[in-house]
């Protein structure tokens, strides 16, 4: 296949008139001032956008837990309502048109933290996989990759408190449990099974070096003050510390949200090359926090963007929500730059796929084209597009060499319609 883009996203910059040609789902040539040659896309040409940490049942929440005031913790029961309802095929079903509301709107790739295992009294299904795997085929028929985040669960609180209710659905019972019915799980061509430490709520100390190691390996950190101070008056340090303690911190693993550090864990984070996963919108849903997105990045800290809960999909909102909270919380301007904002956007080495996110020989085709003729982006400078454009805004997406958007419109899925089908 050849593609032509009369502007491009490359090496942090705008090049115009780049000839694209693609073979076995790579970029095989990519040729900045070139002749037109081959299916023109207009607009501006981005990398493909990788959606680091998604929750896909939550999306059945959107707009519906605006009726009380309440919390995080409130909210929390809102999600545990939803979670006690699905079962493998009604899961397959939700996730597959969230994945396609992703594609529609420029996400190649998830990273899916998946914890919702079991049947709803906490008996595991006839195939113990059957949650895991319906997620896995619900990303390859909206044609996105996934990184299937398999997440150990085992108590509710970090003093030990065994799951309850719901909560029965996430647990294996024990760690050893858990490794087994991971091991049973197969990859694909579009997915990556990593791991994820559900939080240290949820994961006693005694078992998180069990993990050690293994990577893509995810955690939710410090996304809530009461998580900190209870893991200071149990084990006298911060989650950030412990995990370091328990060898978890390192390339392999991302550390999602990490709203609430200390100076001390933005030290420990860099030091090991730990990533972290910010996600804006939901941060801001929830009443969260802001995370201190500007010093990780300036300690030297690979930041990507998840959106988490979905109260909105849209990787443009996760991007400029990096700068424009930072702007909030010092009342001053300029804290990353455009390029450094789509590079967050498109961080697919956070989920494995380290040979993704970028538009050079080489590395995998995903192409997302940006309309510069919306009522949003007409007049905009291509080159602040972040600061201008919407998920509304996408035309076309390439997955893998793949053209899974057309127009505005995806090529196998009537997405809308699917999500009111699911969400009746």
Request: include cysteine; charge should be negative; hydrophobic fraction near 45%.
């Given at each position: 296949?050849?593609?032509?883009?009369?502007?491009?996203?490359?090496?942090?910059?705008?090049?115009?008139?780049?000839?694209?040609?693609?073979?076995?789902?790579?970029?095989?040539?990519?040729?900045?001032?070139?002749?037109?040659?081959?299916?023109?896309?207009?607009?501006?040409?981005?990398?493909?956008?990788?959606n680091a940490h998604s929750h896909a049942f939550h999306r059945a929440l959107r707009g519906r837990t605006y009726d009380d005031r309440g919390s995080f913790w409130?909210?929390?029961?809102?999600?545990?309502?939803?979670?006690?309802?699905?079962?493998?095929?009604?899961?397959?079903?939700?996730?597959?048109?969230?994945?396609?509301?992703?594609?529609?709107?420029?996400?190649?790739?998830?990273?899916?933290?998946?914890?919702?295992?079991?049947?709803?009294?906490?008996?595991?299904?006839?195939?113990?996989?059957?949650?895991?795997?319906?997620?896995?085929?619900?990303?390859?028929?909206?044609?996105?990759?996934?990184?299937?985040?398999?997440?150990?669960?085992?108590?509710?609180?970090?003093?030990?408190?065994?799951?309850?209710?719901?909560?029965?659905?996430?647990?294996?019972?024990?760690?050893?449990?858990?490794?087994?019915?991971?091991?049973?799980?197969?990859?694909?061509?579009?997915?990556?099974?990593?791991?994820?430490?559900?939080?240290?709520?949820?994961?006693?100390?005694?078992?998180?070096?069990?993990?050690?190691?293994?990577?893509?390996?995810?955690?939710?950190?410090?996304?809530?003050?009461?998580?900190?101070?209870?893991?200071?008056?149990?084990?006298?340090?911060?989650?950030?510390?412990?995990?370091?303690?328990?060898?978890?911190?390192?390339?392999?693993?991302?550390?999602?949200?990490?709203?609430?550090?200390?100076?001390?864990?933005?030290?420990?984070?860099?030091?090991?090359?730990?990533?972290?996963?910010?996600?804006?919108?939901?941060?801001?849903?929830?009443?969260?926090?802001?995370?201190?997105?500007?010093?990780?990045?300036?300690?030297?800290?690979?930041?990507?963007?998840?959106?988490?809960?979905?109260?909105?999909?849209?990787?443009?909102?996760?991007?400029?929500?990096?700068?424009?909270?930072?702007?909030?919380?010092?009342?001053?301007?300029?804290?990353?730059?455009?390029?450094?904002?789509?590079?967050?956007?498109?961080?697919?080495?956070?989920?494995?796929?380290?040979?993704?996110?970028?538009?050079?020989?080489?590395?995998?085709?995903?192409?997302?084209?940006?309309?510069?003729?919306?009522?949003?982006?007409?007049?905009?400078?291509?080159?602040?597009?972040?600061?201008?454009?919407?998920?509304?805004?996408?035309?076309?997406?390439?997955?893998?060499?793949?053209?899974?958007?057309?127009?505005?419109?995806?090529?196998?899925?009537?997405?809308?319609?699917?999500?009111?089908?699911?969400?009746?």
């Open positions: 296949m050849r593609y032509f883009a009369s502007a491009a996203w490359i090496d942090g910059q705008v090049r115009r008139d780049v000839r694209l040609e693609v073979a076995g789902g790579r970029f095989t040539a990519v040729e900045p001032g070139s002749a037109p040659d081959g299916t023109r896309l207009e607009g501006l040409v981005l990398p493909g956008f990788a409130t909210w929390r029961e809102r999600m545990y309502e939803v979670a006690g309802r699905l079962d493998p095929d009604s899961y397959y079903a939700l996730a597959r048109a969230v994945y396609g509301e992703m594609a529609l709107t420029g996400i190649t790739a998830v990273g899916e933290f998946h914890y919702l295992h079991h049947d709803p009294d906490g008996r595991p299904y006839p195939d113990p996989n059957a949650m895991g795997s319906a997620l896995v085929a619900a990303a390859a028929d909206a044609g996105i990759r996934i990184t299937l985040l398999d997440t150990l669960y085992l108590t509710s609180s970090v003093e030990g408190a065994p799951p309850a209710g719901v909560q029965r659905r996430f647990s294996d019972g024990d760690a050893d449990s858990w490794l087994t019915r991971v091991s049973a799980l197969g990859a694909a061509d579009h997915a990556i099974i990593g791991a994820a430490l559900h939080s240290v709520r949820a994961v006693p100390a005694d078992v998180l070096g069990k993990l050690a190691g293994r990577a893509p390996l995810h955690i939710h950190l410090s996304e809530q003050p009461a998580e900190n101070e209870a893991c200071l008056a149990v084990h006298g340090c911060t989650p950030t510390e412990l995990l370091h303690r328990h060898g978890i911190l390192g390339p392999g693993t991302t550390a999602v949200h990490a709203t609430h550090l200390t100076d001390h864990d933005v030290e420990l984070l860099a030091s090991t090359g730990t990533g972290v996963c910010l996600c804006p919108t939901t941060e801001r849903d929830l009443a969260d926090g802001i995370g201190p997105g500007r010093r990780l990045a300036g300690a030297g800290v690979p930041l990507s963007l998840g959106s988490d809960s979905h109260a909105v999909i849209d990787m443009f909102e996760e991007a400029r929500g990096m700068e424009l909270d930072e702007r909030l919380a010092t009342r001053r301007r300029g804290h990353f730059s455009p390029a450094e904002l789509i590079a967050a956007a498109s961080a697919h080495a956070a989920l494995g796929w380290a040979d993704a996110g970028r538009i050079e020989v080489g590395a995998r085709a995903d192409l997302v084209a940006i309309t510069l003729d919306s009522v949003r982006t007409a007049g905009a400078d291509p080159t602040g597009i972040v600061f201008a454009a919407t998920g509304a805004d996408v035309t076309d997406v390439i997955a893998d060499g793949r053209h899974i958007v057309k127009d505005g419109r995806h090529t196998t899925l009537d997405v809308p319609a699917a999500l009111r089908e699911v969400l009746a």
